[in-house]
């Protein structure tokens, strides 16, 4: 006989007891599992996401190019250094052209990579000889 508060129980109660427990262990295992699948699932879902943000973030970079190793100056004018570095490949480019641009980084040692954003990717696209020298 078992003892429950004071009182003992028979059998019959131990029974009831043992498969109420076995159930509710059913149940536990069930939930488990379950969570178990949630968890896999949130894990899938946000190395999709990852990789659809990585891959936004590229194709707006296309319209982007950095331009490296231009002396820095107070006061300087980044659209026009970009179009002074065009013309020294043989690129037409105009203010018009650029949507914004300026330098990037921490300032240290070395002058910081001016970033040009063009107003779309086929004014871009004109660039392309930059990025090739």
Same mark, same amino acid.
């Given at each position: 006989?078992?003892?429950?508060?004071?009182?003992?129980?028979?059998?019959?109660?131990?029974?009831?007891?043992?498969?109420?427990?076995?159930?509710?262990?059913?149940?536990?295992?069930?939930?488990?599992?379950?969570?178990?699948?949630?968890?896999?699932?949130?894990?899938s879902?946000?190395?999709?996401?990852?990789?659809?943000?990585?891959?936004?973030?590229?194709?707006?970079?296309?319209?982007?190019?950095?331009?490296?190793?231009?002396?820095?100056?107070?006061?300087?004018?980044?659209?026009?250094?970009?179009?002074?570095?065009?013309?020294? !490949?043989?690129?037409?480019l !105009? !203010?018009?052209?650029?949507?914004?641009?300026?330098?990037?980084g921490?300032?240290?040692?070395?002058?910081?990579?001016?970033?040009?954003?063009? !107003?779309?990717?086929?004014?871009?696209?004109?660039?392309?000889?930059?990025?090739?020298?």
């Open positions: 006989m078992l003892r429950l508060r004071g009182k003992f129980l028979n059998n019959s109660y131990i029974f009831i007891f043992v498969l109420a427990l076995a159930r509710n262990t059913e149940v536990i295992e069930k939930l488990e599992a379950s969570l178990r699948e949630k968890d896999e699932r949130i894990a879902l946000e190395r999709k996401l990852e990789d659809k943000q990585d891959a936004l973030e590229q194709y707006q970079r296309r319209q982007n190019l950095r331009i490296f190793g231009i002396p820095e100056n107070n006061n300087e004018d980044t659209d026009q250094i970009a179009i002074e570095v065009a013309a020294k !490949v043989g690129v037409n !105009v !203010v018009s052209d650029i949507d914004r641009s300026h330098r990037v921490r300032q240290g040692d070395r002058p910081r990579p001016v970033i040009v954003k063009f !107003v779309s990717y086929r004014k871009e696209e004109k660039c392309s000889l930059i990025k090739n020298c």
